[in-house]
């Protein structure tokens, strides 16, 4: 047996087979490229070798750098995996010249089987169905000759490679004649060989395929099949195992033509036969044979209890195969879905970037490769994980793998999973009557807001934003309006901890993917529904497929909106808020950019955070929505830095009676503002520094007026914990939101309140804030008129 072994792959397969490896006891060697320095499979193996560049070309595909690597590491065998080097038949052979163990099938095998035309002859030989088809073609005219002898449609096929890449439906001898060129480039842009042939195409096929392992002696073993008809683009999305409706009979000659096959060649190590079906005639016929290790292997062992990596490891060493085990039946069903980073919405293109959230169900097998924070890389298949169940039946596993699904989060980027979600709740899925061109018929209807254009510094944010970190300089974010924000949650009857966004100046223009509720709330500026004005401060019922435009604020600074379950991002240390300068919370992490996608959450799905909505949406009263205009009162507590130790008697008075212009360097750290210069009651700080403005490092409280210099600033929701400048005042809770409602040029008089008039109106907005559970009565007009005291802007025009 191998002491060391070389894994020349990457991702969900390498982390597989470190852990087969380290069962076995047998030290494994990684090699990766630059992007993946930090990836799972480099932190899980004995020894990771560095092959540098960042494309596969430079590092995967190379073959002189990974015989290289393994000679460094004293590797005895190379275990391939699937794509990149796993069949290619040099590979193989330059792996057996250099005296390493090539764990899989001959390097003639690989070869022979690679070309499509030539397995076909193989196949052939060995008695197996096949479709009516040709060898390779010469001519356009030559294929045009085959197909009127076939009859259309035919498929038009690369002899090279795999993965649905060139592989052209033609329906008529015109769509062949278009064909020709494109798929012959196809065979030669990814697999160096232009050679094309035709096969006949079955309409409504299912795609069955037989597992089998080989010793390379002449004994073969079929385990079972799968069916992988649930396809996209020719790549399969579902598999499961055993194929569901198939006779036994069928079943039983499906196996027989397999290992027939293999035998025909004495096969060694795993390979996959695959068959093309057809369940109103019953009857099967070859399509290719994969000369590796499947990427759905999984549900294979699934139901055998086997490893096949340690069955292959084992035939590669010269170690006899326990032939009782393989010959056992498999046991009960199962079924894997493949997850991708690849957006639905954007003709699955891949989303590169990092996942903020990852959480899988402990109770089913999980393959793969990454966990929250992990960076996804463009230069790779964008595939990072797949869940597999198991049960002693299929529906069983199927009602297992929805509640795998519906427990599984994944954020930061776009991902198929809520496409997943859907297609296995398709009836034709739970039928078992699929086929492999069903998902062309199925539009992805997702649960989501999509941006067009993210307006200035949007982000998402909720309420009280990120509480309890404070005193380790974590702010708490969240909206710099809580009352607008809060009001909008309330009117489209959420959670209070429901996430929303906000948006400053000017707004988004965001396209609904789903039906919605929401409301807009906070700075005026015009809104509309597909061209048609929107208004503000009630509910609002979006189609999906209609876009929302928001303009330029014309009063107040911020505006935001809320939909109806909230937006379903992570929480991050409590909280869903963005903190854009941490790069934590929210979306990514970050303000919005065209093209993101929100998620609205989803109550019912165990992977989702946010609470359901606890009332009904509704209109709030009249006196509880606020006036914004460009002179704003607001009442402050004094201290902790006052007068007579840091300021003159007159300076505060002074401070008070002014009318202070917000400076246009204003954000969510901080609201600078401009008036007239203190007079300081002292000459320095004495020991805490040369200005009198500064004092020994103290607390901040959120809305404290902080004196740097001689220039003060209110602390926001963004802002430091800790600092060295006086603060004479700090803005009363309840009066928070107006500072988050002015805008540079606007001018503010500040007022002191005693701490009961603080609470008083603390609690008038909590009451405002509150939607009413079902079936209770909204705020009556006590509470409004009291709730109204806080929520006036003075506007001299």
């Known amino acids: 047996m191998f002491s060391k072994v070389l894994i020349a792959n990457r991702g969900e397969i390498a982390c597989r087979a470190i852990r087969t490896l380290k069962k076995m006891g047998i030290a494994s060697v990684a090699v990766y490229a630059d992007p993946d320095s930090n990836a799972q499979h480099v932190r899980d193996a004995d020894i990771a070798i560095a092959l540098g560049g960042e494309a596969a070309r430079d590092s995967y595909l190379n073959v002189d750098k990974i015989i290289a690597a393994a000679k460094a590491s004293g590797a005895q065998a190379i275990f391939p995996g699937y794509g990149f080097l796993s069949e290619r038949a040099e590979f193989a052979a330059a792996c057996e010249a250099a005296g390493i163990v090539f764990i899989g099938p001959t390097a003639q095998q690989i070869a022979d089987f690679g070309l499509k035309h030539r397995a076909r002859t193989l196949a052939a030989e060995a008695g197996v169905p096949m479709t009516p088809g040709t060898g390779l073609l010469r001519s356009p005219e030559e294929a045009q000759q085959a197909a009127r002898e076939i009859g ?40 160096s060989d232009d050679g094309v042939f035709i096969e006949k195409f079955v309409s409504r096929a299912r795609h069955l395929e037989v597992q089998i392992m ?3 002696q002449g004994r073969v073993a079929a385990l079972g099949e799968r069916d992988c008809s649930l396809q996209r683009r020719n790549q399969k999305v579902v598999e499961e195992t055993p ?10 000659a499906l196996h027989a033509a397999a290992v027939a096959l293999g035998e025909s060649v004495n096969y060694r190590s795993a390979g996959t036969v695959e068959f093309i079906y057809d369940a109103d005639s019953d009857s099967f016929w070859f399509l290719e044979v994969n000369t590796r290790l499947q990427v759905e292997h999984p549900v294979t062992e699934a139901v055998t209890g086997l490893d096949l990596i340690e069955c292959m490891i084992k035939v590669a060493a010269g170690e006899p195969l326990d032939w009782a085990r393989l010959a056992q039946a498999p046991q009960g069903a199962a079924i894997e879905v493949r997850l991708y980073a690849e957006d639905p919405l954007k003709n699955f293109q891949p989303s590169p970037g990092q996942l903020t959230d990852v959480a899988f169900p402990d109770n089913v ?35 297992k793998l929805r509640k795998a699904l519906d427990a599984t989060r994944l954020h930061g980027i776009a991902t198929n999973l809520d496409y997943l979600r859907q297609i296995i709740r398709l009836e034709a899925f739970e039928d078992a009557t699929m086929w492999t061109r069903l998902l062309d018929e199925v539009k992805y ?47 489209v009857g959420n959670a209070p901890e429901a996430a929303g966004l906000e948006f400053t100046l000017q707004g988004p223009t965001l396209r609904f993917h789903s039906e919605a509720v929401f409301a807009l709330t906070g700075a005026d500026c015009d809104a509309e529904l597909d061209g048609e004005p929107v208004a503000c401060w009630q509910p609002v019922t979006a189609r999906a497929g209609q876009t929302l435009k928001l303009g330029r604020a014309r009063t107040g600074c911020r505006g935001y909106l809320a939909v109806r379950n909230g937006f379903d991002v992570p929480l991050y240390l409590g909280s869903r808020s963005t903190f854009a300068l ?10 919005l950019r065209p093209g993101d996608v929100l998620a609205i959450s989803r109550p019912a799905l165990a992977a989702c955070t946010t609470p359901a909505p606890i009332a009904p949406p509704q209109t709030p009263e009249p006196g509880l929505i606020p006036r914004y205009g460009d002179v704003w009162d607001i009442g402050v507590l004094y201290g902790p830095h006052g007068a007579p130790d840091f300021f003159t008697p007159a300076s505060m008075d002074t401070f008070f009676a002014a009318e202070w212009q917000v400076h246009y360097n204003s954000n969510r750290l901080g609201v600078r503002l401009v008036g007239p210069k203190p007079e300081w009651s002292r000459a320095d700080g004495g020991e805490a520094g040369l200005h009198p403005s500064n004092v020994h490092d103290c607390e901040y409280a959120i809305g404290a007026i902080n004196f740097t210099g001689d220039f003060p600033v209110i602390l926001t929701r963004d802002g430091p914990s800790l600092g060295g400048f006086v603060c004479p005042v700090t803005i009363a809770r309840a009066e928070l939101w107006k500072v988050g409602q002015v805008k540079p040029g606007d001018r503010i008089r500040f007022h002191p309140i005693s701490i009961e008039h603080a609470q008083s109106l603390e609690l008038a907005q909590e009451v405002a804030c509150k939607p009413p559970a079902r079936g209770e009565r909204a705020p009556g007009r006590d509470a409004v008129d009291a709730a109204g005291q806080h929520v006036e802007c003075r506007d001299p025009r």
């Open 582 to 591: 941490g790069q934590f919370g929210g979306h990514a992490g970050r303000t």
């Open 365 to 399: 097998r999980v393959d793969g490769w990454v966990s929250t924070g992990t960076h996804v890389s463009a230069f790779y298949d964008p595939m990072i994980a797949k869940i597999i169940v198991h049960g002693d039946d299929r529906p069983q596993a199927l009602a």
């Open 445 to 491: 209807q997702a649960h989501a807001i999509e941006v067009v254009e993210p307006g200035t510094w949007s982000s998402v944010q909720d309420h009280p934003g990120r509480l309890g970190y404070w005193d380790i300089g974590v702010p708490p974010s969240g909206p710099m309006d809580d009352y607008a924000f809060r009001l909008a949650n309330r009117i």
């Open 152 to 191: 259309y449609p035919v498929m038009l096929k690369t002899t090279a490679g795999g993965g649905g890449i060139g592989l052209t439906r033609c329906e008529d001898a015109a769509a062949l004649a278009d064909a020709w060129e494109s798929v012959k480039r196809q065979g030669q842009q990814f697999f």
């Open 214 to 216: 080989g010793d390379g």
């Open 243 to 252: 194929a569901p409706g198939l006779p036994q009979a069928t079943r039983e």
